[in-house]
T-cell receptor, first 116, second 107 residues
């Protein structure tokens, strides 16, 4: 299994509070992704990173920011959490970029976030 | 934006049955992934394919690029195959995921 961990695994927070989720990899992969998974929707890309300090927005980036100061860590921050951000968040890594055809994405175990 | 449709949404079958899950998409792609998500939530990549057919154990995945369609087959299904199976297509703007097929295999 690819070495990807997410922390915390579960979090309950109140509306308006800041929240940071961490994704840590030991595979030295260049690309890292944050997705959210909600009932009735497929996984949706929030943000991704193509290198240290290099990030870009995905399909559902509003209300989220990211940072990548080291190859192994990709942080997702909700500056002021809202109930619509209650979801399961998955981190993923790959050796190639969004259009890479020769590499798979490996997923972390997920973080269940509840905003009350 | 690619539209990815999976069918069926839900499938309940008896142990030993041959299972087929379908995935169709609207825009040309460079590759297609089949993923498995168990009740515990973890997501595992089963296949990545861009043409033809791949087989791994009792799982077979096929893709027809011209028809924009892929199928995932499970032979001799077993209760441990119960999971959500997700199709994802790789285009210029990254992966677009289907909503998944919830499979239950009853003993």
């Amino acid at each position: 299994d690819a070495g990807i961990t997410q922390s915390p695994r579960h979090k309950v927070t109140e509306t308006g509070t800041p929240v940071t989720l961490r994704c840590h990899q030991t595979e030295n992969h260049r690309y890292m992704y944050w997705y959210r998974q909600d009932p009735g929707h497929g996984l949706r890309l929030i943000h991704y990173s193509y290198g240290v300090k290099d990030t870009d927005k995905g399909e559902v980036s509003d209300g989220y920011s990211v940072s990548r100061s080291k190859t192994e860590d990709f942080l997702l921050t909700l500056e002021s959490a809202t109930s619509s951000q209650t979801s399961v968040y998955f981190c993923a890594i790959s050796g190639f970029g969004l259009s890479g055809t020769s590499d798979e994405q490996y997923f972390g175990p997920g973080t269940r976030l509840t905003v009350t | 934006k690619n539209e990815v449709e999976q069918s069926p949404q839900n499938l309940t079958a008896q142990e030993g049955e041959f299972i087929t899950i379908n995935c169709s998409y609207s825009v040309g792609i460079s590759a297609l992934h089949w993923l498995q998500q168990h009740p515990g939530g973890g997501i595992v990549s089963l296949f990545m394919l861009s043409s033809g057919k791949k087989k791994h154990g009792r799982l077979i995945a096929t893709i027809n690029i011209q028809e924009k369609h892929s199928s995932l087959h499970i032979t001799a299904s077993h209760p441990r195959d119960s999971a959500v199976y997700i199709c994802a297509v790789l285009g210029a703007d990254g992966l677009t995921f289907g909503k998944g097929t919830h499979l239950i295999i009853q003993p």
